[in-house]
């Protein structure tokens, strides 16, 4: 679950969302990733960072460049975690008939 929580945590900053949404199409390096997005190629290489340290995101020289990729597996299998969260849950919610919360006074 702790995995679960790391990947969920990268992709929940709106800039590397983007960064996975723009690597789904097509390969970029660095610097058109920050032209796209209309931010500095340090940011870029920091949300990058974090999106690689949680395996969604995997880099490949290419010349002077890296070019970055998703990692279309792992990202499936986030999907398919979130999917199946619901088994972390039983049905023991509250309510008056199961006499855990207390009934209104008339």
């Known amino acids: 679950m702790e995995e679960l ?15 996975v949404i723009l690597l789904l199409n097509n390969d970029y390096c660095g610097k058109a990733l920050a032209k796209r997005l209309s931010v500095s190629e340090s940011a870029v290489s920091q ?3 974090v999106l690689r340290e949680a395996g ?3 880099g490949e020289k290419r010349g002077y460049w890296v070019h970055y990729s998703v990692n279309k597996e792992r990202l499936k299998e986030i999907a398919q975690q979130v999917a199946n969260l619901e088994q972390y849950f039983e ?3 509250c309510s008056v008939e199961k006499e855990c919360c207390p009934k209104e006074k008339s």
């Open 5 to 19: 929580l790391t990947k969920l945590k990268a992709l929940s900053d709106n800039t590397r969302l983007k960064l």
């Open 47 to 49: 949300h990058l960072k």
């Open 56 to 58: 969604l995101v995997k």
């Open 91 to 93: 049905d023991d919610g």
